[in-house]
């Protein structure tokens, strides 16, 4: 039976509330009602990710995410997205490190088929996967590999710098689009194995936003839901455990037809869900978010070496996060002259911390970004499940916003004398060879802009 | 766990009864200074969007400075009668907001999104940058070094190499057009801080400009507040631009930019049609939709659903510049990358879906379906302040009335599917279309000439 609470509205959240419930086989259901909108966003976080591939798959969940879109019992071929596109939705997936998404916003008077077809496929997708499917979709997959990657001037960046900051046998040394190899490898055998693993209720959280009553909501996702059988047979995913610090700096430099020189790095950094983690966040804002940030002024502004620097953070639960530094150098200006002023950056922040002033700025970006996220019905959905599946509670998501304004600057000078240095980073440093100096014009009619429609691997 | 699954299965559902939306009516106004506002209130936006329009279009740009709108355009940020560029940088920051500028060829856009409790604040700073910008010598010199750097990355992007080689060959090499918007190694050196300044003081004032507001107003005295901020702005009366026509030679033909090694072909598909103020319009988008709007749409339905040749290609229109007369053009383009060893056969089946559409036509299950979706996402695509500001934006941008979504909207729902067809067929005639391949010549060059698809010539990146 399903059961519930509501929690208060908390500063920041902007007034939104959220209801918890559980169906009998486990399906953890999250609902927020705004009636703002006619529209209804179903967000669905299957507890998997790559980092529960195993050696020679690399690649699996998120292949398997496409085949996801290929039909279930009762849902022919793409039927899923002619149904949800044909009653005015739209619908994607994702894959990360930690976990996988499905979600479709629907005008609110269509809620209902969403969850009719997110239940088809949960409870029975093995009915219409085969062959056909599984080489279409590996296709599909390479392409994609090739077009966000393989054929794009340091496209290959994030998978090279996440293999250095995690060890060789690390869950988390591979990144969610996976080898050429392993693509080529995977079988049909594979994908229903891993669907019998982890596509199961139990493992699994489901939420529903936007101009919805609650009451037909419950009924409707009891009614299609559940039934499914729930089931135990999850392996715990590898350890992800590693010591604070690196201990040492990790390099590598890659010699490749890149049009300019540039300078990345990953600082291994807490993990999410901890107040360091939100500390490490406004850290990294002063120090490379945006354009008042500390580099950005050195390097970009004062120094004129770099056509672009800033840091990002990739929030990480099972794992220790990253701190991502980027930085394509001017003109001929060489590496090390870069990597110096953001030693000296680095430190001088570790040892004064941040200004007042400079608090204040980083806290007022993080929230505006908290405002966007949980600005659309969707955006609130995905992060219920977040706080839902990462941490066990959803309740966090909204307030998020407000455990980012509590962090004092002591912490944020502390996390950075403690992570951001030389001796906790991997460095990945980009030497263009020569491939002919090119011709000096450039259009920026993204014409090719890519369309919002296609899974994706984050 | 069987194959089978265990599990009750429902007959699908239908669809509950609609709840009204309409696409939001702006309130237009005039402020002392002549500065047309257009302001919506959004209950729940609680980050404003405010896009201001100038009438600096591209080709006011002076000869041989292509790209000094584009400079100007950053160095609204850079600094005030009030602000350094640091300070103003972090002054903006400091309020939580976003100030986003850039030069197209129907003007330059400055696009800012600020939390409702700092609206003031927000406002106040884009007043600043549009009344009072500094242009020092120094930081104009660094945007210009900066640009510079921008342009190598730009050429080795495989999707923005192949839409400028595009406009080389669409357009004349006497128009604009036919140039990257913000220009050349050759023209940008030449740009400095006097440049930027001339050209702001004869094109840039508040009687031909827009600002519009989008967000939660709630407890806002807006006009007090414009009156503080953008009413300030001061400025010389003017005639709006006189908007060139746009011509483009779509003759058939193959463009190859040789990318040697490339794992794979980006290609773009193009030729220019008519814009918004064609009666064709709502044909138009429909059938370009059922031709390649999303993966269920006929070129991915074989290029990747049933080949795999990649991960999408798509089909679009998109408005270049509209005139009062309804003179102006939007491109027409079919765009997505296929693998570098299946670029002949992708590329064969593109143009066979285009040819059977051309034969048979369209379906009504298909119109009905686009149709649906067309019309049926727009509450989810304005779900948020900065979507509904630019579209009311690009209404004012492209001379058209600001119920012209609205309209659209009923239009689309009122085409069939002859009509649908048609335009679709016209837009993309297949011995009209210019096709820019950017990839490996040596591999993909006889596959292509065999296809009889138009001359085939090969652009070296020097």
Redesign the interface.
């Known amino acids: 039976m399903p059961m519930g609470h509501t929690a208060t509205a908390e500063a920041g959240s902007?007034g939104l509330t959220a209801t918890e419930h559980r169906l009998s086989n486990g399906l953890r259901v999250v609902l927020s009602e705004?009636h703002?909108?006619?529209?209804a966003a179903v967000c669905l976080w299957y507890d998997v990710g790559s980092r529960h591939e195993v050696k020679g798959r690399t690649g699996l969940a998120h292949l398997f995410e496409h085949l996801m879109f290929q039909g279930s019992?009762?849902v022919q071929g793409?039927g899923h997205?002619?149904?949800v596109?044909?009653?005015?939705?739209?619908l994607n997936g994702t894959t990360s490190f930690e976990r996988t998404n499905y979600f479709e916003?629907?005008?609110?008077?269509?809620?209902?088929?969403a969850l009719?077809l997110e239940?088809?496929r949960m409870?029975?997708l093995?009915?219409a996967l085969d062959d056909e499917s599984m080489?279409?979709?590996?296709?599909?997959v390479?392409?994609?590999r090739?077009?966000?990657y393989?054929?794009?001037?340091y496209g290959t960046a994030f998978e090279r710098l996440t293999a250095l900051a995690y060890p060789e046998g690390h869950p988390y040394h591979h990144t969610p689009i996976g080898s050429m190899a392993d693509l080529d490898a995977a079988t049909l055998e594979d994908a229903?194995a891993f669907f019998?693993t982890y596509y199961a209720p139990n493992n699994a959280v489901l939420s529903v936003v936007g101009?919805i009553d609650p009451v037909q909501t419950l009924a409707?996702i009891e009614?299609?839901f559940?039934?499914?059988?729930s089931?135990d047979g999850k392996p715990a995913p590898r350890d992800g455990a590693l010591p604070d610090v690196i201990g040492g700096q990790l390099r590598e430099v890659v010699e490749e037809?890149?049009?300019?020189r540039a300078l990345m790095a990953a600082y291994r950094l807490p993990q999410d869900g901890t107040c360091a983690c939100d500390a490490a966040d406004l850290a990294l804002t002063v120090l490379g978010g945006?354009?008042?940030s500390r580099l950005y002024?050195r390097l970009?502004?004062r120094d004129?070496t770099a056509?672009a620097a800033g840091f990002g953070l990739l929030r990480l639960a099972g794992a220790p996060s990253l701190g991502w530094l980027d930085v394509?150098t001017?003109?001929d200006v060489e590496v090390p002259v870069v990597e110096a002023a953001i030693d000296e950056e680095l430190a001088r922040f570790a040892e004064e911390g941040p200004t007042a002033?400079e608090m204040?700025?980083?806290q007022?970006?993080l929230?505006?970004e908290w405002?966007?996220r949980l600005?659309?019905?969707a955006g609130r959905a995905d992060e219920l499940c977040r706080y839902a599946v990462l941490f066990g509670d959803p309740q966090l998501a909204l307030t998020a916003v407000q455990r980012v304004l509590e962090v004092t600057p002591e912490e944020v000078r502390a996390i950075a004398e403690a992570r951001l240095r030389p001796d906790n980073r991997a460095v990945l440093v980009y030497e263009p060879v020569a491939g002919?100096?090119?011709?000096?014009?450039?259009?920026?009619?993204?014409?090719?802009a890519?369309?919002d429609?296609?899974e994706a691997a984050k | 766990m069987t194959e089978l699954a265990t599990m009750e299965f429902h007959p699908r559902p239908q669809a509950g009864e609609a709840r009204p939306w309409a696409f939001p009516a702006p309130e237009r106004g005039t402020l002392d200074n002549g500065l047309t506002v257009l302001r919506c209130h959004r209950p729940g936006q609680q980050v404003v969007a405010v896009e201001v329009l100038l009438d600096a279009p591209l080709d006011a740009e002076p000869a041989g400075l292509d790209g000094v709108a584009t400079i100007m355009a950053r160095a609204f940020s850079e600094g005030t009668d009030q602000h350094s560029a640091e300070d103003f940088a972090a002054e903006l920051e400091r309020a939580g907001a976003t100030l986003d500028a850039h030069a197209d060829h129907p003007g330059v856009r400055l696009s800012l999104e600020v939390p409702a409790s700092r609206l003031a604040k927000g406002l106040g700073l884009l007043a600043d940058a549009l009344r009072a910008p500094a242009f020092a010598e120094s930081e104009v010199e660094r945007l210009v070094r900066n640009r510079l750097d921008e342009i190598p990355h730009e050429m080795a992007n495989p999707s923005r190499r192949a839409a400028k080689e595009l406009s080389r060959q669409l357009f004349p090499a006497s128009s604009r057009m036919s140039r990257p918007r913000q220009g050349t190694e050759e023209t940008v050196e030449g740009i400095d801080a006097g440049a930027v300044r001339a050209f702001y003081d004869r094109h840039v004032r508040p009687a031909t400009s827009t600002a519009v507001v989008v967000g939660d107003l709630t407890g806002i005295d807006l006009d007090a507040l414009l009156g503080e901020t953008l009413g300030a702005w001061k400025g010389s009366p003017a005639e709006p631009h006189a908007v060139p026509p746009v011509t483009a030679d779509d003759t058939g033909r193959v463009v190859i930019v040789d990318r040697p090694g490339a794992v794979q072909t980006q290609l773009l598909i193009g030729r220019i049609g008519p814009d918004r103020h064609d009666r064709v319009w709502a044909a138009q988008v429909l059938g370009t939709y059922c031709l390649g709007g999303t993966l269920t749409s006929r070129l991915d339905r074989v290029l990747r659903e049933e080949k795999g040749y990649t991960y999408g290609v798509r089909s679009f229109g998109q408005v270049l510049r509209s005139a009062p007369d309804g003179s102006g053009a939007a491109m027409l383009a079919i765009s997505g990358s296929v693998d570098t060893p299946n670029t002949g056969p992708a590329l064969e089946d593109l143009f066979t879906v285009l040819r059977t559409l051309a034969g048979g036509g369209l379906t009504d299950a298909e119109r009905d379906v686009a149709v649906q979706n067309l019309v049926g996402v727009a509450p989810l695509k304005y779900e948020t302040a900065a979507a509904v500001a630019g579209t009311l934006a690009d209404q004012v941008e492209q001379h058209l009335p600001d119920d012209y979504q609205a309209g659209l909207y009923r239009q689309l729902a009122g085409t069939g599917t002859v009509e649908a067809t048609a335009a679709v067929v016209n837009a993309f005639p297949v011995d009209r279309l210019v096709t820019v391949l950017v990839g490996d010549a040596a591999q993909i060059k006889a596959p292509v000439e065999a296809l009889g698809i138009g001359q085939v010539t090969v652009v070296t990146a020097e």
């Open positions: 902007g705004d703002l909108t006619p529209v019992a009762q793409n997205f002619e149904l596109q044909g009653a005015g939705g739209s916003t629907m005008p609110a008077h269509q809620l209902e088929l009719w239940a088809d409870g029975s093995l009915a080489e279409n979709q590996r296709d599909v390479k392409n994609e090739r077009q966000r393989d054929n794009v001037p229903r019998r101009d409707w009614k299609y559940g039934s499914i059988a089931h037809e890149v049009p300019a945006g354009e008042s002024n970009v502004r004129r056509v394509k001017s003109g002033e204040e700025r980083a007022a970006q929230e505006r405002l966007d600005g659309t019905v002919g100096a090119q011709d000096a014009d450039a259009q920026d009619a993204d014409a090719a890519t369309d429609t296609e």
